[in-house]
């Protein structure tokens, strides 16, 4: 594998690869995110739906006096007898009146309507069995109290003077949040559309995703609200998911984009160091090449203090000291050269034997 090579799986393993594993956790985190403050949000609204619940019913209580001290209904009620009708005329009866006011508490002016005007008059007996009702089926948030003759209990009497729409308007006009109200399986009110029966939402408590039949989708929390003697009334809080949909995606454009701008920084530096690594490495490659043809004329230009630097110094300092080890054979090959010279001289010129072999090891020994 060529040095090139090597640099650019270095690069992949130890910027591409993070890189990767990074977004894949920013991706995921924003989501949970978006996610999370979603879900903080309707748990306020459910905090927000509860409130008014009970302010709505704590406002029913003066109906649910006036009700139960009419005589004609106790009445009724110890004959057992016309209990309908009594309910109907009740009704009816607080259904003129004029004065207007607010429901007190946190709803303000959200849940204004007529003062003490029952919307719903119910009478359970003490086993919890309906006896007779009159008015809007749909009335939520009841005032109860036992009705009693003669040290008997006749029954549970609950008066409402909320309806299940009036009800979720008020919780969405505070909370913004998309509201549904049930009595067992039965819809009320709601403030979204496609919304079915109470099985289309799943189970109450924590947050969770669901898609209405109109294929809208919503992250929801239901919770039960105990509404003796009757079935107890669950609220739905909904938000839109299209719009965290659409902000976790604007979060992952903006991560994508920040990853992108930095993979491309980090492969021009990348892009940079690599030719000024190699630049370097061929500096070395055509110096030692030059050393091998016997040119020292050329050093190895040395910039900076890194290991590269301090590599072409030892380089230079190396090929000093061989040139001058070169030279200095050379210089030797010459004085060798001179000498076997002046051996041929001396032969040439006749003298003895002994002289010829003295002068032979004299020369030799010198040479070496």
Avoid: W
């Avoid at 190895?300 to 203090?305: A, D, E, L, Y």
Wanted: net charge negative.
């Amino acid at each position: 594998m060529s040095f090139r090579a090597r640099l650019r799986l270095f690069f992949v393993l130890l910027v591409i690869v993070p890189m990767i594993a990074l977004a894949v956790v920013l991706f995921t985190l924003t989501a949970r995110s978006e996610t999370g403050k979603a879900d903080a949000g309707i748990s306020a609204g459910t905090r927000t739906a509860f409130a008014l619940y009970e302010d709505a019913a704590r406002a029913a209580e003066p109906a649910l006096r006036r009700v139960a001290s009419d005589r004609g209904l106790r009445a009724t009620l110890t004959a057992r007898e016309g209990v309908d009708a009594q309910l109907e005329r009740l009704v009816g009866a607080a259904a003129v009146d004029p004065a207007r006011e607010p429901i007190a508490g946190g709803a303000g002016g959200s849940l204004e309507r007529f003062a003490g005007r029952p919307v719903l008059i119910e009478l359970h007996a003490p086993g919890g069995e309906r006896i007779a009702s009159a008015g809007d089926p749909t009335g939520v948030a009841p005032a109860t109290a036992p009705v009693a003759a003669e040290g008997q209990t006749l029954g549970v009497l609950s008066v409402s003077i909320t309806s299940a729409d009036q009800l979720a308007r008020g919780v969405q006009e505070l909370t913004g949040l998309a509201v549904a109200v049930y009595s067992g399986d039965r819809l009320l009110a709601a403030t979204a559309g496609g919304l079915g029966d109470r099985g289309s939402l799943g189970q109450t408590g924590e947050p969770h995703d669901v898609e209405a039949a109109n294929g809208s989708e919503y992250r929801a929390r239901v919770e039960s609200i105990p509404d003796p003697p009757g079935p107890p009334v669950e609220l739905a809080i909904l938000q839109d998911s299209s719009g965290i949909d659409e902000t976790i995606s604007d979060n992952r454009l903006t991560i994508a984009g920040l990853l992108v701008a930095f993979l491309l920084l980090a492969m021009l530096a990348a892009s940079g160091i690599s030719r000024a690594l190699t630049g370097q490495i061929r500096t070395f490659l055509d110096a030692a090449r030059r050393l091998a043809r016997g040119d020292f004329a050329h050093p190895v230009p040395v910039t900076g203090r890194d290991e590269f630097a301090e590599l072409g110094r030892e380089f230079n300092s190396m090929s000093s000291q061989l040139e001058t080890k070169i030279e200095e054979i050379e210089r030797k090959r010459e004085e060798l050269e001179a000498t076997i010279r002046r051996v041929g001289d001396a032969l040439a010129t006749g003298l003895d034997r002994d002289g010829v072999v003295a002068l032979a090891v004299r020369q030799a020994v010198d040479a070496c």
